[in-house]
């Protein structure tokens, strides 16, 4: 890709880090086939399910597979399950209890303590990361911590999809991609649709399973999301 020569527009992270668009460069592009093999090699010696897809309409596709009909799903914001139509799948297609717009319809005033522990535990959580490293862990980051409970263990099963540029050599480079590069993107999503700034709140790393089979990550050939 040929860097541009003139003056560039710069971000600063949350941790004080400035960002110019040469800088984010790596953290776009899709990572190659060795080096995904690698990711997924990683992530199976930590115990979770890997599947190499070609892209998302097959993920999409694996998705109605994994999930068994009538289990409770919660979709957690996520543009890589928005752009795949996967949210919309889930949430308006009749076949799950899908959970997001039955939290969206109850009050958060009276019914607090219901919506966490809906979003809490649920059969099935479906969701992505900010990065994915070769050494085998999993980066997610929230403002609000909501859907952290459920990737963490607290629903039955977790699904990750996950596009080829968020593979990172390690998990340094992880918090790196995660504040250079999804953080701008995030926050400027979060202004245009919420109208308030995003934030990077509470960061959750997975590093492995006790047990395989519980936690399955879709790792696609092509870059989806942020």
Not at 56 to 75: H, M, N, Q, W, Y
Not at 178 to 200: C, H, M, T
């Amino acid at each position: 890709m040929t860097q541009q020569t003139t003056t560039q527009q710069t971000t600063t992270s949350p941790g004080g880090i400035v960002t110019t668009p040469s800088t984010a460069t790596q953290f776009a592009d899709p990572a190659t086939e060795e080096r995904l093999q690698r990711v997924a090699a990683a992530l199976e010696a930590n115990n979770f399910v890997v599947e190499i897809l070609d892209d998302v309409a097959a993920a999409r596709t694996r998705i109605k597979d994994l999930i068994p009909e009538g289990a409770s799903v919660f979709t957690s914001s996520s543009e890589t399950l928005r752009l795949s139509g996967i949210d919309e799948d889930i949430n308006t297609g009749g076949r799950y209890r899908a959970l997001k717009p039955r939290v969206l319809a109850m009050d958060r005033a009276t019914e607090a303590d219901e919506i966490r522990r809906l979003l809490a535990s649920p059969d099935v959580v479906v969701g992505s990361v900010a990065a994915v490293t070769e050494t085998g862990s999993l980066v997610v980051a929230s403002a609000t911590g909501s859907q952290l409970p459920a990737y963490s263990g607290g629903a039955a099963q977790a699904i990750l999809i996950v596009g080829a540029q968020k593979v990172v050599p390690d998990l340094g480079t992880a918090l790196r991609r995660l504040e250079e590069y999804v953080y701008p993107l995030e926050d400027a999503r979060a202004q245009k649709v919420y109208g308030s700034p995003s934030a990077i709140n509470r960061v959750l790393v997975l590093n492995g399973e006790l047990r395989s089979g519980n936690r399955t990550v879709l790792l696609l050939r092509e870059a989806i999301g942020f």
